[in-house]
C-alpha cells in the first residue's frame, strides 16, 4: 500500500472539493491521518483492518486514557472529522465498501461529555452502592439471562480493571474457578503468544461468574464466549458501552463509560494499599505515568496518615 500517495490525492481532494478548507485544515487534516496510520503499523495490516470499527474505537479508547492531562476532546473531535473524511474518500475510491462512522455512536469515541483533566472515579461509597444495587437485581427470581449477562459484565468491568476489548475476547475455557482466575488474557499490543491471568474477586464476583457460565453452558454447550449477543456471537465494543450506559444510569443516576470502571479499580487498589507499581501491572499500563494520574489517593492517604501519627503521638486514639 502506497501510503503517502493515498494522503497526497486525500490532500487534492480537500484542496479542490466541493467543500473549501483552509490550508491549515487541510493539513491538520493529512497529519491527523498520517499519525493514525503510524500509531496502527499500518505497513503490517490491509487497509480494511487498519480503518475496521475495533481499530477506530481502540484508538481513540487510547487518545481518551493515555494521556489524560494532555488529552482535549476538541482536538478528539477533529481527528475523528479527518479519519472520517478519509474513510469517504476510500469509499469513493472503492477501497472499502462503506464508511460506519456515520453510525456509530460518537461519545463512545469522544468519551460521552466528560473532560479528562484527572483520572475520573467512582468513590468507594458510591462504588459499593451500585454493586449491592447490581447484585440485589441479580438475585431477583423474575431477571432473564440477558439483564443477568448485562450485570455480570458490569461486575466484571469493575473487579478486574480489564478493557473492554480484553473483557469481550473472554471464553468460556478461559473461567477456571479452580484456580479462582481468568486465563488466557491477551492485553492490548501483546503478541499472540502472550497472555496472563487475573484473579476473580471471591465476595462479589465468582457466584455471578459461576452461574453465568452455567446459564450459557444450559443455552448451548458448543458456545465459546462468556459475553454474547441474542445471535450467540461475542459482544462488540458498541454492546458493552450501551449496557454499561444503561446500567449506571439506572443505578448511578448518570451514564458513565466503562473506562471509568478501570479508573475506579486503580483507585480502589491505591485506597487499599498497592502501589503505582503494583497497579501499573495490573492494568497493564506501559508507562507508569500513566498509573500516576492516581496520585491523588497517595496524597489522600498520606495525609490521613499524618494525622493519624499526630494522634497517636499525643497519646489520643
Not at 11 to 25: A, M, P, W
Not at 191 to 209: A, R, V
Not at 291 to 316: A, C, F, P, R, S
Request: hydrophobic share 35%; aromatic share 10%; proline share 1%.
Amino acid at each position: 500500500m502506497n501510503v503517502e500517495k493515498l494522503l497526497k490525492d486525500f490532500e487534492k481532494k480537500l484542496s479542490f472539493g466541493i467543500t473549501s478548507y483552509s490550508k491549515n485544515t487541510i493539513i491538520s487534516y493529512v497529519d491527523d491521518v498520517r499519525l493514525y496510520l503510524v500509531k496502527n503499523s499500518f505497513e503490517r495490516l490491509k487497509i480494511e483492518e487498519l480503518f475496521s470499527e475495533n481499530k477506530i474505537i481502540n484508538y481513540f479508547e487510547m487518545l481518551l486514557t493515555s494521556d489524560v492531562d494532555k488529552y482535549k476532546k476538541s482536538s478528539a473531535k477533529r481527528k475523528l472529522s479527518s479519519i472520517s473524511k478519509f474513510i469517504d474518500f476510500l469509499v469513493d475510491r472503492q477501497i472499502i465498501s462503506s464508511n460506519f462512522m456515520k453510525t456509530l455512536d460518537k461519545k463512545i469515541l469522544l468519551g460521552n461529555k466528560i473532560e479528562i483533566n484527572k483520572a475520573n472515579f467512582i468513590d468507594q461509597k458510591k462504588l459499593y452502592n451500585f454493586t449491592n444495587c447490581l447484585l440485589k437485581e441479580l438475585n431477583s427470581n423474575l431477571i432473564n439471562y440477558f439483564s443477568y449477562r448485562d450485570i455480570v459484565l458490569v461486575l466484571t468491568l469493575i473487579f478486574t480493571g480489564l478493557r473492554v476489548s480484553e473483557l469481550v475476547s473472554i471464553k468460556i475455557s478461559n473461567i477456571s474457578f479452580k484456580n479462582n482466575e481468568i486465563s488466557g488474557v491477551r492485553r492490548k499490543g501483546w503478541n499472540e503468544n502472550k497472555s496472563t491471568s487475573i484473579p476473580i474477586d471471591m465476595n462479589y464476583l465468582q457466584i455471578p461468574l459461576i452461574n453465568l457460565v452455567e446459564k450459557t453452558k444450559q443455552k448451548n454447550s458448543k458456545l465459546i464466549w462468556l459475553f454474547i449477543n441474542r445471535k450467540n456471537e461475542k459482544l462488540t465494543r458498541q454492546n458493552v458501552y450501551q449496557i454499561v450506559k444503561k446500567l449506571s444510569s439506572k443505578y448511578l443516576g448518570y451514564s458513565v463509560n466503562p473506562h471509568l470502571f478501570r479508573h475506579s479499580f486503580a483507585t480502589s487498589l491505591i485506597s487499599n494499599g498497592a502501589t503505582t507499581t503494583e497497579v501499573q501491572k495490573m492494568l497493564d499500563h506501559k508507562n507508569v505515568v500513566s498509573t500516576e494520574v492516581y496520585e491523588h489517593v497517595n496524597k489522600i492517604k498520606k495525609k490521613y496518615n499524618l494525622v493519624k501519627d499526630l494522634y497517636k503521638k499525643n497519646g489520643t486514639n
